[in-house]
């Protein structure tokens, strides 16, 4: 292994206070959380309570995300066994499926394929923090925290603007236009589901890292993650689970988690229970998920033995401070001669932020959607030497462009012959009502 492991005896959450509040001073930094540090949020999967890397002593970075992209990209990747940290933009779906394409220009400020060896890297397990540092690097422990301290004390001079709006580009009337349009399609039989997406901006300069603590501290994602590159910074407080790759003896075992089915918390105990039992006993939300997981087994099909895909667990409730949401998960054994980039191949873009059926759905969205969708619905994640890998969807998130500060968002609802388009336009507001609110607040 290329990294050197250090026990480091401080406490769990202050090494990640301290990492938070140094995020901003590296070019590359990434910092994943999962549920472990929450209670109400336990998850089997979540290997880790945290990860945190920094520093790029290698960066693999493409700002199309085409074939030849991909190419050299899997042949870094297959030629180095270390940690990678990165984003697969929703634009990689061009290079697996030839016909599609995006009409939209490109903003390469966030690069559609973009990875870095990190010259460090900080896991907490179950309480228990390491500091593995990478072999070419000239450093120990002593000189990491000596690093931390100093960095700590480089302040931005420029002072957060007091209220950032974020504005949607497609008005109410519009929205609905376009998804009766859609409904309509699904209608003649062209598709079953499509999740139609709304892209929202802004202007201003806030501290990214205190948006980031302020979005984690209200909605409480279980698949949260923050990733600063030179021209772009990712601030995700998603709840969704793309693909994790585990070892379990011989095997890698896969598991996805797609999330369809979605309803408000209530203001007490007795409309809680109300709301939810109205999502399980959902047709209509309960058929977005099944729908998704059909597709999602026969994405992992492709790569997993034969007769091992199941879903385990199926159309599970998950409490969010805010809101309901029914999550299944699937689950494969990898075959012998697939690695993790076979199965990104052939499983992405995920299911739950495109329909069914995959191909015609993206086809039909990119022909009504406002712009790229870039890193949004994309996937941010890990990648471990042993060949392990996390990824999330991006989505509950907030993107910032460095050089110019401005802000876009994201969210969409997913599209089935019993949607009512006022419902889901409702949905979608549901969903921007965090990320709205957290910018708007004092910076």
Request: some cysteine.
């Amino acid at each position: 292994m290329p990294f050197k492991a250090h026990k480091l005896d401080s406490a769990s959450v202050e090494i990640r206070t301290a990492l938070r509040n140094v995020a901003d001073t590296f070019s590359y930094f990434s910092l994943l959380e999962t549920g472990n540090f929450l209670e109400q949020t336990k998850e089997p999967l979540d290997k880790y309570d945290f990860i945190a890397a920094g520093g790029g002593a290698e960066v693999l970075s493409y700002n199309i995300a085409d074939e030849g992209a991909w190419i050299d990209f899997k042949t870094k990747c297959r030629s180095k066994s270390t940690w990678w940290f990165g984003i697969f933009s929703y634009e990689l779906k061009n290079v697996f499926e030839k016909s599609i394409s995006s009409r939209h220009k490109v903003n390469k400020n966030f690069p559609e394929l973009i990875f870095f060896e990190p010259n460090w890297l900080v896991l907490s397990q179950q309480g228990k923090v390491s500091l593995l540092i990478n072999d070419n690097i000239d450093m120990d422990p002593i000189s990491w925290f000596k690093d931390l301290e100093d960095r700590s004390r480089k302040k931005s001079k420029l002072q957060p603007d007091r209220d950032i709006v974020l504005k949607g580009l497609c008005e109410r009337d519009e929205y609905i236009s376009k998804a009766r349009r859609i409904i309509n399609w699904i209608d003649l039989g062209d598709m079953y589901e499509a999740n139609l997406c709304i892209p929202y901006v802004a202007q201003g300069y806030a501290d990214k890292m205190e948006v980031f603590k302020r979005l984690q501290s209200r909605v409480e994602s279980s698949m949260a993650g923050y990733y600063k590159t030179p021209s772009a910074t990712l601030i995700s407080a998603s709840p969704e689970r793309y693909l994790c790759l585990r070892r379990q003896g011989r095997i890698f075992k896969i598991f996805s988690q797609p999330i369809k089915g979605t309803a408000p918390r209530g203001k007490n105990s007795a409309q809680d229970t109300i709301n939810s039992d109205s999502l399980k006993s959902s047709s209509k939300e309960r058929g977005e998920n099944i729908m998704i997981v059909d597709l999602v087994r026969n994405d992992l099909s492709k790569v997993s033995k034969k007769n091992s895909v199941s879903v385990k667990r199926y159309l599970e409730l998950r409490k969010l401070p805010h809101l309901f949401h029914l999550v299944s998960t699937i689950e494969g054994s990898l075959k012998k001669e697939y690695d993790w980039l076979d199965l990104i191949e052939a499983s992405f873009p995920m299911g739950s932020m495109t329909g069914a059926p995959k191909i015609r759905v993206m086809e039909r969205l990119d022909s009504q959607e406002l712009s790229r969708r870039g890193w949004y619905s994309g996937a941010l994640g890990y990648v471990s030497p042993d060949g392990e890998c996390d990824f999330n969807v991006i989505i509950r998130s907030l993107f910032y462009e460095n050089s110019n500060h401005r802000w876009t968002s994201w969210a969409g609802s997913a599209l089935t012959i019993d949607s009512d388009p006022e419902r889901e336009w409702d949905e979608i507001n549901l969903k921007m009502d965090a990320p709205r609110q957290i910018l708007r607040s004092k910076n």
